[in-house]
């Protein structure tokens, strides 16, 4: 599409993800005229730009999936249990077209500063292009996982290989038949790419800082009878899902591990198991409170470990001892198999730092490891890294880089304090990372849009949260965080990847059934916890 500067709209959507293509249409539905602008060359977020060998879901397909339209999740037939990334690509470009959005998409264009022009109340948004955009409201789509972690490593530019971080994969395939290779990590995105890279490679060395816990998903094609049953009760599986703590149906029992004794709890954990992924998760609603039975469900995960790895020596390097679920939990096919291969070789950084990249790959603990391409499966300056990497400024020029200096500030994750009729999807303080991101993203885009129609039909001009309502939903947030074992290890829920990252607990660990309760009674209340101002009238009180 072709831009326009300075163009008056009523929303500009910063995004082209799950988030930002839902807001789009929801928005459009209610007769605003709103703009998307994505940095990307295409839509998808995520599904665009890790394109690594291996990338999937870990949420199964059907219900890692929209739900806002019965025809489209009808249509849509998933191949295999858990889609691989071309597929889910396929399925955003497909709804993009399907509802008629890339007219208002504009790519390959990044949105740098979001400032409010007080005296209009309206957001003045400049992009790359030297764009500007002026719209009453703005919605930040830009993803939880969307700004790659690069961490600097001496001696970078002396490396003469290859260098691809997985969440900024190239778009054409990576050969690495008869290469040595060095990935650097062992999160998600390296569990589910080592297998296949070591199937090609020639050597393939594994740099680990921290073990992580991986289950194995029992991946498989989807067969067409089994979908279309699924299909036939999709409302009861939407509605279940919904009641789970995640957002997702894991066949979540609501009893305590602390109340069942360890034959039992063996017996569900391995039950869990077999169903492979993260039903883990659902096993008890204390799995992430109570430390003996996160510590049994550890162990049990640790046996299989050295169950499968060959080498007792590397076996127990793999084995991880934080609790677990504190680090997100792994889902793979054939990771810990891997390390049975003669090319695969497991090294520990965990003492000894990578020092340095050379010209030839990279050293540790005083070693050269000699590669051809250094694959840094890093992660993400997760949550906060996308906000502020545009200058966003609200009331009085507050910057809100500065606002959250100390950590996120939020009002239920979906806005801040000074910064009027500005949105954030799956915000920090909202369940977002530690859900089922397509179902609290839609919980969000219907809260947010509900809120816009209810300001059109008031006749509303702002929409922002009071400093105290912020304050008590920040405490809550943290209260709920220190009840539970996520705040024992260095997650990058915590911010902990990144150096000079506040340590604080960004997701709301609540659970997504409690907290789309309060995010509806606020509503029904009038928007409780919030100023809504007209220019022509006085603050509404409430
Ligand atoms: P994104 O998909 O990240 O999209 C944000 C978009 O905003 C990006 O395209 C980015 O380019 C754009 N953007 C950011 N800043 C700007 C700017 N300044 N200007 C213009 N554009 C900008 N979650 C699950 O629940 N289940 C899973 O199985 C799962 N698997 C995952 C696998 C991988 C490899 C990764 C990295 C994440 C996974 N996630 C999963 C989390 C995933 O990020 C979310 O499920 C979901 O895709 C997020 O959608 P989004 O639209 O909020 O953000
Ligand atoms: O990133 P990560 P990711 N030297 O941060 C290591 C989602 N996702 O891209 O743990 C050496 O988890 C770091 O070590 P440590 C999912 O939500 C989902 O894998 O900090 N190592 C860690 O091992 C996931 O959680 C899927 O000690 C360094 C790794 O790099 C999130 O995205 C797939 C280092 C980073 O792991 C992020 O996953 C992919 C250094 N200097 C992603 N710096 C699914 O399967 C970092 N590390 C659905």
Same mark, same amino acid.
């Given at each position: 599409?072709?831009?326009?500067?300075?163009?008056?709209?009523?929303?500009?959507?910063?995004?082209?993800?799950?988030?930002?293509?839902?807001?789009?249409?929801?928005?459009?539905?209610?007769?605003?005229?709103?703009?998307?602008?994505?940095?990307?060359?295409?839509?998808?977020?995520?599904?665009?730009?890790?394109?690594?060998?291996?990338?999937?879901?870990?949420?199964?397909?059907?219900?890692?999936?929209?739900?806002?339209?019965?025809?489209?999740?009808?249509?849509?037939?998933?191949?295999?249990?858990?889609?691989?990334?071309?597929?889910?690509?396929?399925?955003?470009?497909?709804?993009?077209?399907?509802?008629?959005?890339?007219? $208002?998409?504009?790519?390959?264009?990044?949105?740098?500063?979001?400032?409010?022009?007080?005296?209009?109340?309206?957001?003045?948004?400049?992009?790359?292009?030297?764009?500007?955009?002026?719209?009453?409201?703005?919605?930040?789509?830009?993803?939880?996982?969307?700004?790659?972690?690069?961490?600097?490593?001496?001696?970078?530019?002396?490396?003469?290989?290859?260098?691809?971080?997985?969440?900024?994969?190239?778009?054409?395939?990576?050969?690495?038949?008869?290469?040595?290779?060095?990935?650097?990590?062992?999160?998600?995105?390296?569990?589910?790419?080592?297998?296949?890279?070591?199937?090609?490679?020639? $050597?393939?060395?594994?740099?680990?800082?921290?073990?992580?816990?991986?289950?194995?998903?029992?991946?498989?094609?989807?067969?067409?009878?089994?979908?279309? =049953?699924?299909?036939?009760?999709?409302?009861?599986?939407?509605?279940?899902?919904?009641?789970?703590?995640?957002?997702?149906?894991?066949?979540?029992?609501?009893?305590?591990?602390?109340?069942?004794?360890?034959?039992?709890?063996?017996?569900?954990?391995?039950?869990?198991?077999?169903?492979?992924?993260?039903?883990?998760?659902?096993?008890?609603?204390?799995?992430?409170?109570?430390?003996?039975?996160?510590?049994?469900?550890?162990?049990?995960?640790?046996?299989?470990?050295?169950?499968?790895?060959?080498?007792?020596?590397?076996?127990?390097?793999?084995?991880?001892? =934080?609790?677990?679920?504190?680090?997100?939990?792994?889902?793979?096919?054939?990771?810990?198999?891997?390390?049975?291969?003669?090319?695969?070789?497991?090294?520990?950084?965990?003492?000894?730092?990578?020092?340095?990249?050379?010209?030839?790959?990279?050293?540790?603990?005083?070693?050269?490891?000699?590669?051809?391409?250094?694959?840094?499966?890093?992660?993400?300056?997760?949550?906060?890294?996308?906000?502020?990497?545009?200058?966003?400024?609200?009331?009085?020029?507050?910057?809100?880089?500065?606002?959250?200096?100390?950590?996120?500030?939020?009002?239920?994750?979906?806005?801040?304090?000074?910064?009027?009729?500005?949105?954030?999807?799956?915000?920090?303080?909202?369940?977002?990372?530690?859900?089922?991101?397509?179902?609290?993203?839609?919980?969000?885009?219907?809260?947010?849009?509900?809120?816009?129609?209810?300001?059109?039909?008031?006749?509303?001009?702002?929409?922002?949260?009071?400093?105290?309502?912020?304050?008590?939903?920040?405490?809550?947030?943290?209260?709920?965080?220190?009840?539970?074992?996520?705040?024992?290890?260095?997650?990058?829920?915590?911010?902990?990847?990144?150096?000079?990252?506040?340590?604080?607990?960004?997701?709301?660990?609540?659970?997504?059934?409690?907290?789309?309760?309060?995010?509806?009674?606020?509503?029904?209340?009038?928007?409780?916890?919030?100023?809504?101002?007209?220019?022509?009238?006085?603050?509404?009180?409430?």
């Amino acid at each position: 599409m072709s831009k326009s500067t300075n163009k008056a709209l009523d929303l500009v959507i910063v995004g082209a993800g799950f988030a930002g293509l839902c807001a789009l249409h929801h928005a459009r539905a209610i007769g605003l005229s709103a703009r998307l602008i994505e940095a990307g060359s295409g839509v998808g977020g995520t599904w665009y730009w890790n394109r690594y060998p291996g990338a999937r879901c870990d949420i199964e397909s059907l219900q890692y999936s929209y739900q806002f339209s019965d025809e489209l999740q009808q249509e849509w037939e998933w191949s295999e249990r858990y889609a691989a990334q071309a597929e889910i690509l396929s399925y955003l470009e497909h709804v993009a077209d399907r509802f008629d959005l890339r007219e $208002q998409i504009q790519l390959d264009t990044r949105v740098v500063s979001a400032h409010f022009q007080e005296d209009q109340e309206r957001w003045l948004i400049r992009t790359d292009n030297n764009d500007t955009l002026n719209a009453r409201f703005c919605i930040m789509a830009t993803g939880c996982l969307s700004s790659t972690n690069r961490p600097r490593f001496e001696g970078e530019a002396d490396f003469e290989g290859n260098v691809f971080h997985t969440g900024e994969w190239p778009h054409e395939p990576v050969d690495f038949t008869g290469k040595r290779v060095g990935v650097i990590g062992t999160g998600s995105s390296a569990i589910q790419s080592i297998p296949i890279i070591a199937e090609q490679a020639e $050597q393939v060395y594994v740099f680990q800082r921290t073990p992580n816990y991986s289950i194995p998903a029992h991946n498989r094609p989807l067969d067409p009878a089994e979908q279309k =049953q699924v299909k036939a009760e999709y409302s009861a599986l939407r509605e279940r899902a919904s009641q789970g703590f995640g957002g997702s149906d894991f066949l979540a029992i609501n009893a305590l591990g602390s109340e069942a004794s360890a034959a039992e709890r063996e017996a569900e954990f391995e039950h869990r198991w077999a169903l492979g992924g993260l039903y883990i998760l659902g096993t008890y609603a204390d799995l992430m409170i109570d430390k003996e039975v996160n510590e049994q469900a550890a162990e049990f995960a640790r046996k299989r470990i050295r169950a499968v790895v060959e080498d007792p020596e590397t076996a127990e390097k793999l084995c991880p001892d =934080q609790v677990i679920g504190c680090k997100r939990i792994t889902v793979d096919t054939g990771y810990f198999e891997t390390y049975n291969r003669p090319n695969v070789t497991l090294v520990d950084v965990s003492t000894s730092p990578i020092e340095e990249f050379t010209a030839t790959g990279l050293r540790t603990g005083g070693e050269d490891f000699i590669v051809d391409t250094i694959v840094l499966a890093t992660g993400f300056d997760a949550m906060t890294g996308s906000l502020f990497k545009i200058d966003i400024r609200g009331r009085g020029g507050e910057r809100l880089k500065d606002q959250w200096a100390a950590g996120p500030k939020t009002y239920l994750g979906l806005m801040s304090n000074g910064f009027p009729n500005l949105f954030f999807v799956s915000g920090p303080g909202s369940p977002s990372v530690l859900s089922n991101m397509v179902v609290t993203i839609e919980q969000h885009v219907d809260w947010i849009t509900d809120c816009l129609k209810h300001l059109q039909t008031e006749q509303i001009d702002t929409i922002e949260p009071k400093s105290d309502a912020v304050d008590r939903w920040v405490a809550e947030v943290n209260a709920i965080a220190a009840e539970t074992l996520f705040m024992g290890c260095n997650s990058w829920y915590l911010g902990a990847n990144v150096p000079g990252k506040p340590r604080i607990f960004m997701p709301y660990a609540g659970g997504f059934p409690a907290y789309r309760e309060t995010c509806d009674e606020i509503a029904a209340n009038g928007y409780t916890g919030f100023s809504l101002t007209n220019k022509n009238t006085t603050e509404s009180e409430l």
